[in-house]
T-cell receptor, first 115, second 115 residues
């Protein structure tokens, strides 16, 4: 069974600091990759996704993620975080052999940005 | 589009009572997912439906949990009898049937507290 690991459970940064959140998955075949964000008290919203093509994916609010197939990774980055980026971030993977088209979610990373 | 609609938004009940959570997926979406989110266990997939048919219910924790999707625009998740450890936020998500679109669209969640 595929799995998704987000090794950073909690991250605390000051405003304007750079952000990188790790995401590693276990499946070796073709995958589709997603990052979701959950702001305090809200539901999960799609931040960005990778299907194919350019491994560097740009998302909303200045976020980007890079798919590195050889490392089974899809890390999320932002050059300069803002207080409003305080949220929980979830990485998710869909594998092509998943007949049900489910997403497997990582455990999430809680980001706190200090003003 | 109103997005995925869930009701109630908050539910407080006493142990042993029956709880019914409701979800209306986005019109035209043919896959529906029920998730549970807790601090301890993160985001867990409970069950998902494709074209109103349950495909995978391996995440349903116990027989006390049941889910139905009588038509394409409505699903329920029932807990009977409820227990304090069922306290969590329950999210419903839906996905369009369009090939190549695998991201899920989440509802606002139902925060359940079982006393």
């Amino acid at each position: 069974a595929q799995s998704v690991s987000q090794h950073n459970h909690h991250v605390i940064l000051s405003e304007a600091a750079s952000l990188e959140l790790g995401c590693n998955y276990s499946y070796g075949g073709t995958v589709n990759l997603f990052w979701y964000v959950q702001y305090p008290g809200q539901h999960l919203q799609l931040l960005l996704k990778y299907f194919s093509g350019d491994p560097l994916v740009k998302g909303i609010k200045g976020f980007e993620a890079e798919f590195i197939k050889s490392k089974f990774s899809f890390n999320l980055r932002k050059p300069s975080v803002q207080w409003s980026d305080t949220a929980e971030y979830f990485c998710a993977v869909r594998s092509k052999n998943n007949a049900g088209n489910m997403l497997t979610f990582g455990g999430g990373t809680r980001l706190m940005v200090k003003p | 589009d109103a997005g995925v609609i869930q009701s109630p938004r908050h539910e407080v009940t006493e142990m042993g009572q029956e709880v019914t959570l409701r979800c209306k997926p986005i019109s035209g979406h043919n896959s529906l997912f029920w998730y549970r989110q807790t601090m301890m266990r993160g985001l867990e997939l409970l069950i998902y439906f494709n074209n109103n048919v349950p495909i995978d219910d391996s995440g349903m924790p116990e027989d006390r949990f049941s889910a139905k999707m009588p038509n394409a625009s409505f699903s329920t998740l029932k807990i009977q009898p409820s227990e304090p450890r069922d306290s969590a936020v329950y999210f419903c998500a839906s996905r369009p049937g369009t090939s190549g679109i695998y991201e899920q669209f989440f509802g606002p969640g139902t925060r359940l507290t079982v006393l």
